[in-house]
């Protein structure tokens, strides 16, 4: 970030916290939804119970719906009725989209049903809700775009945050409720590990079990491990939104258990800064306090707006030490402190990025402070160790205040991040899709890059897990303070 000059008719009347070159976010413009607002692949789930010889009788239903823009629909997937398994499905159909978002969409399967569903638009057709309208089924899901269109063992790689609901059909042809949580975690090449719980009619028990997973090139795969209740598990997969989810459904006869898996990508234990700034009369300052009983071994890592290690020059406030380096690792005593400074030349250009701490031993926790040389000006922001699904930003962009936002994707793989603006009084304003690479960073003003917040106060929120975010309000007075992020 740099401050910049903002000329009105009469002067200069504000210096602005504002993006390098200000650029926009990708896709930033918001459109009205229409048919053609949906083309792409969907990884779709659906769950519920239908009415079948009389009796009503669990469902599910996984797989990929691919919509071209004008209407029609095509897909493959895998269905369970009842423990009855329909594998390789293929499904042919239609959907409308109106202008608010709201839809409705036909499907035929292979298998001789068509179903029917109302449909509701988000993100930018990023994400659809569906609920069946046919008489005789209770049956509901969600469907979020795959963004990656070729997909290998490396697609999934890292550990994932996963539900697994449904029933299991007993020898008295009686379903029983059976659920599974936990997390699965990948190596990229294969091989996967579970741990969580089981509750089985009530019944809990633990989850420690390893298996194997494969993948397809159109993102679909399966994956499989021993249960220690209901045995080998086979399970079909869907890869959806560049590999930070995937959805699954069994395909074991007599089960009927889908879910989803939201990845927990690699945010650092330690925590991860948003934004940071070195250069350009920018410094930004950390400081690591080891509160934990031992020592502890931590690594300060820094990544660039395109997602590469950035190396910074670096100061040691207390040891005098100054280093060039990507990467700084470091020994932090109980007890003890360490401040790190960027140190850049006082006409150096200016490196935006981001910062990610990962610490072994002891209790590390900090915050960076950022300060701007030319009027002494600083903020504190604390460094990030959550890893919500969403976080909610407050903007005001009125009476001459104004609002910057930083983002950061603290995964290994690319993301497509959906932002949602809405104004103080919870109606939406608009959105955009921000995409960056693995690791990437951007910040842009709020106002200048949207203009639909500008004399607007309200919040935005990003809807993707593995990100670390930042708000920066400027006032009128050239003075900036940050805008701490809340999780949703």
Known sequence: MRFLPWRT??????????????????????????????????????????????????YADMGILTTDGKGNLTGTGTESLAGQIYSATTISGSYIVNSDCTGSAS????????????????????????????????????????????????????????????????????????????????????????????????TLTSLNASGSYATHSNCTGTLSFTDPVLGALHMNLAVVNGGQEFRVIDSDTGLILSGIATALGNLAPGGTMAHLASGGGWVTTFTLTNSGSTAASITLSFFGDDGNPVSLPLTLPDSGNNSNTEALTETIESGATLVVATNAPNKAALVTGSAELSSQGGNVSGFAVFHYNPNTQEAVVPLETRNASAYVLAFDNTKGLTTGLALANVSGQPAKVPMIVRDDKGDQLGTATITLPAHGHTSFLLAASYGFAQNKRGTVEFDAPSISVLGIRSGPALTFTTIPALVK
């Open 107 to 202: 499907l035929t399967y292979s298998t001789g049903a068509t179903f029917h569903y109302n449909v509701v638009v988000q993100n930018n057709g990023h994400d659809l809700k569906f609920l069946q309208n046919d008489n005789g089924s209770i049956v509901s899901g969600s469907a979020r775009l795959q963004q990656e269109t070729n997909c290998v063992l490396g697609s999934l790689d890292g550990s994932y945050a996963f539900t697994i609901s449904g029933s299991f059909i007993d020898s008295t042809g009686s379903a029983n409720p059976y659920l599974e949580s936990g997390t699965i975690t990948f190596n990229g090449s294969g091989s996967i590990s579970v741990t969580g719980g089981i509750s089985e009619v009530g």
């Open 9 to 58: 008719p009469a002067s200069v009347c504000a210096v602005l916290l504002a993006a390098v070159s200000m650029g926009k976010a990708q896709n930033g413009a918001t459109q009205p939804c229409a048919t053609a607002t949906l083309s792409g692949s969907y990884g779709y789930l659906l769950q519920g119970d239908l009415v079948s010889q009389g009796s009503l009788e669990p």
